[in-house]
């Protein structure tokens, strides 16, 4: 199916199932322990053994010798993988450094054995006895804000510089009698996801099955077909639960690619995870940003001139953080330059987090959105208002498919009491905690891409949904269920969906919030098509009938479904050109009350409210989880995560959760999210753009800024701890 054109009424907008708050479906088997995730496929092959990752101790240089003489008279030892007598494997899509093979070490942490073995003590027990040596490699290159600064331009599309301009920026800046020009700072951060990168591998013959953690199942498939040199075809990917991938599980990662390795080695199935040290320096995270922002406008408020140029680095020198992403897109100005650095570190891997670019980059434009309102003395959320574009002002030959950000904020001021702040910073006390309100405004991209489903009657009235989305934690599974329940007209109860396995048919795949979108629509696309294959064959339109209540009306007539007998139909939606003219985004406005202790310096979070403009919202309850999962990480964003760099050996210190701290429970009180009525008909037949990743664009600056309000102290520099606040809080009084 083609949508070629933006989408009328149809019976989604009468819908009885979707856009229903659902409890997912899944639900029961996560609270009861029986949803099966990668490493706990007990069942899915017999003869299981264990293999333990070694990672390189250093950042930089070569291995010069391995000692694998103790390690390999260990019990239970079955055979030891190493990366000098190995030949570097190939990169899969996505991947910016080396996963395994050869004596070259790129980065710390970098996978350069595996040891497997009857039990995973063992194989731990084991690992511990290799004894490397290493000649290291000078120069290394750790100290990001130290290089930032001559870092060359990026590559954008096409190979070409990444630096776009509208007007005459400097020209404009110059003559604008109200300037602010602000560098702020953003920190590495760890995808930190519960479920440890996890694999488990077995060959028969020349073909491979892997039961493991991944968001792309078609990229991880084509992926380990790359990286070992084989058919693509010949690799079966399965994963039906994911528990948290947050970008982190889009690409294959060494878990994988040392299970095959070992698999093939002892003729056995093999399963690795990935200890929680490799997640932050073996496998990727979100680089730093460094970003200066310049805004000049009138005294009416109105931008004149607008330049936001981001620095951060990665390990190729190149697919940096882009803070950018969002400043072409939301607030008016017609002379405009957006640049984006980037740096070759001699770090882990940097890739793609929870709202790559878009995070961090609203981390700094809506604080310097806010300290303009404040030279201007205008209110923050006025100030944004009397900045909203008719046209995208980046490219004005753009126009917008469904903007409503000013109602977000219009309606989030009213909900949240915006109404009683005091603009003078460090005026409202509550006992020792001095009190603020921040806000800032959200947006994030809402792509769409092909995606593919099959569904199938099987003979008893029941659906059956294959594809090979994925879920990790997003409900999937639900939304998919919803959709097949609407458009085949029967109740939810009679709809299986099967989820996860490259023998389905390739779907969008879950990241970069497209997947609700995109994937809803490819079951819609195959539900289409088995209406009109079950009209065929009992002789009517599928496209005039009606399905409700498990039964077709078609004109006079009136039959069951399952008078279809088994029948199956399979379909992709596919996007058509015209989108192209439009820019397909999600809006939100964040709000954030905190509390900082007048004595300590010590933040709190009092509460939270976001107001969402993401199209039909397919299941309320899971959209709400996922906006409030957002804003979760955007307060750890704000107030406490950080890899702490070792700037003389090259790797992450914190790598583990103990001392990486992420938000707890305590640390999150009361949030509140709305989400608006609005439909975008230009992205697809569901109307419905995804709100997965607009959760946390946004929410660092609402949280900055009230802590401002509360203090008076201006921080820059992610993450607000109390010792950036403690020497520059009002008197005590």
């Not at 109105?302 to 803070?323: C, F, Q, R, V």
């Not at 406490?640 to 640390?667: C, Q, S, T, W």
Request: glycine share 12%.
């Amino acid at each position: 199916m083609k949508f070629d054109a933006p989408s009328g009424a149809n019976l989604f907008d009468k819908a009885k199932v979707v856009g229903k708050s659902t409890p997912r479906i899944d639900g029961p088997l996560k609270a009861t322990g029986t949803a099966p995730y990668a490493y706990e496929r007990h069942d899915v092959i017999a003869n299981q053994v264990y293999g333990d990752v070694v990672g390189a101790g250093i950042a930089k240089g070569r291995i010069s010798s391995m000692d694998v003489t103790q390690a390999r008279a260990a019990p239970g030892v079955l055979a030891i993988i190493t990366a000098p007598a190995t030949k570097p494997v190939g990169k899969g899509i996505g991947n910016n450094a080396p996963l395994f093979g050869g004596r070259d070490v790129t980065h710390y942490h970098q996978a350069i054995a595996c040891v497997v073995a009857e039990t995973f003590e063992q194989a731990r027990a084991a690992a511990g006895l290799i004894k490397t040596r290493y000649d290291v490699g000078k120069g290394g290159r750790f100290d990001f804000p130290r290089l930032a600064p001559s870092a060359p331009l990026a590559k954008g599309r096409e190979g070409k510089p990444d630096k776009q301009t509208l007007g005459d920026f400097d020209a404009a800046f110059a003559a604008a009698p109200v300037t602010i020009d602000a560098t702020y700072q953003t920190a590495d951060e760890s995808h930190s996801m519960m479920e440890p990168f996890a694999t488990i591998a077995a060959w028969e013959g020349d073909k491979l099955t892997l039961w493991t953690a991944n968001q792309m199942i078609q990229w991880a498939q084509d992926s380990m077909g790359k990286i070992l040199g084989i058919d693509p075809k010949n690799v079966r990917v399965d994963s039906p639960y994911i528990g948290g991938g947050f970008g982190g599980k889009l690409f294959i990662r060494a878990d994988a690619v040392l299970a095959a390795l070992a698999a093939k080695e002892v003729g056995r199935p093999v399963k690795i995870a990935l200890q929680r040290p490799l997640i932050a320096n073996n496998s990727t995270h979100r680089p730093a940003t460094i970003q200066r922002l310049r805004i000049g406008a009138g005294r009416d408020g109105k931008i004149t001139a607008i330049a936001h140029e981001n620095w951060s680095g990665n390990i190729n020198g190149e697919d940096g953080e882009n803070g950018t992403y969002q400043t072409p897109k939301l607030y008016a100005g017609a002379n405009r330059l957006v640049a984006n650095y980037t740096a070759a570190l001699d770090l882990p891997e940097g890739n793609a987090m929870r709202a790559p670019g878009e995070a961090p980059g609203h981390m700094a434009l809506e604080v310097a959105m806010d300290e303009l309102a404040e030279q201007l003395g205008i209110d923050p959320i006025e100030l944004r208002v009397r900045n909203e574009p008719d046209r995208v002002p980046g490219d004005p030959t753009k126009k917008f498919s469904d903007r409503n950000l000013v109602r977000c904020l219009r309606e989030g001021a009213e909900r949240f009491g915006w109404n009683r702040r005091n603009a003078k910073p460090a005026q409202v006390r509550d006992g020792h905690w001095l009190v603020g309100m921040g806000v800032s405004a959200g947006y994030r991209a809402a792509p769409i891409t092909k995606s593919a489903a099959r569904v199938r009657l099987d003979g008893e009235g029941h659906v059956v949904v294959e594809t090979d989305m994925t879920d990790i934690g997003t409900g999937s599974y639900t939304i998919l269920a919803q959709t097949a329940a609407e458009t085949m007209g029967v109740p939810l109860d009679r709809v299986k969906v099967i989820l996860g396995d490259s023998d389905l048919p390739a779907s969008s795949g879950s990241g970069g919030q497209w997947g609700a979108a995109s994937s809803t629509a490819g079951v819609y696309a195959a539900c289409v098509s088995l209406r009109r294959k079950i009209g065929e064959k009992l002789g009517f339109d599928g496209d005039a009938a009606t399905f409700a209540d498990g039964r077709i009306r078609a004109g006079e007539r009136t039959f069951a479904l399952k008078d279809a007998g088994e029948l199956s139909a399979e379909d992709q939606m596919e996007i058509g050109e015209f989108m192209k003219e439009y820019d397909v985004g999600t809006y939100a406005s964040h709000f954030c009350e905190v509390g900082v202790h007048a004595y300590t310096g010590e933040t709190r979070i009092r509460r939270m409210l976001a107001v969402c403009d993401g199209g039909r919202i397919l299941n309320p309850l899971s959209a709400r989880s996922q906006v409030i999962g957002g804003m979760v990480m955007g307060a750890g964003a704000t107030l406490m995560e950080e890899l702490v760099v070792d700037k003389r050996f090259g790797f992450f210190i914190n790598h583990d959760l103990a001392g990486y701290e992420v938000p707890v429970h305590a640390d999150i009180p009361h949030q509140d999210v709305v989400f608006l009525d609005t439909l975008d008909a230009v992205i697809s037949p569901m109307k419905a753009k995804g709100v997965g990743e607009l959760g946390i664009c946004g929410v660092a600056g609402a949280i900055a800024n009230a802590v401002y309000n509360a203090t008076g102290v201006r921080v820059r520099h992610y993450p607000i701890t109390l010792d950036k606040l403690i020497g520059q809080l009002p008197p005590i009084a």
